[in-house]
Nanobody, 124 residues
Framework: QVQLVESGGGLVQAGGSLRLSCAAS?????????MGWYRQAPGKQRELVAD???????TYADSVKGRFTISRDNAKNTVYLQMNRLKPDDTYVYYC?????????????????WGQGTQVTVSS
């Protein structure tokens, strides 16, 4: 399977910036189509923040457009989320997600993986 390891969360003041990173690895041969970031508050559904395809097509939640930028290094199977002008409303646990195909079998099998989550706290 494919494992995701996140880093970069923390505590920041309103107006500040943070950069999240997520690296995918695994013993299987795999190809990732879409990588993204989701966030979740206690008792609430997980929501999409931003995602990016292997072709570089991006999608953003309206609440983060113009402040957050998602990027990807396909050679390193790593996705980044640059978060600028952070607000207290951006306080969540952020989860990395990757979807793609496992090539260690025939036919290739779809996979979807989640990271362990990283806390982002924005103080006012």
């Amino acid at each position: 399977q494919v494992q995701l390891v996140e880093s970069g969360g923390g505590l920041v003041q309103a107006g500040g910036s943070l950069r999240l990173s997520c690296a995918a690895s695994g013993g299987s041969r795999f190809g990732i189509t879409t990588m993204g970031w989701y966030r979740q508050a206690p008792g609430k559904q997980r929501e999409l923040v931003a995602d990016i395809t292997d072709a570089g097509t991006t999608t953003y939640a309206d609440s983060v457009k113009g402040r957050f930028t998602i990027s990807r290094d396909n050679a390193k199977n790593t996705v980044y989320l640059q978060m600028n002008r952070l607000k207290p409303d951006d306080t969540y646990v952020y989860y990395c997600n990757a979807r793609g195909l496992l090539f260690d079998r025939y036919p290739p099998k779809d996979f979807g993986s989640w990271g362990q989550g990283t806390q982002v706290t924005v103080s006012s």
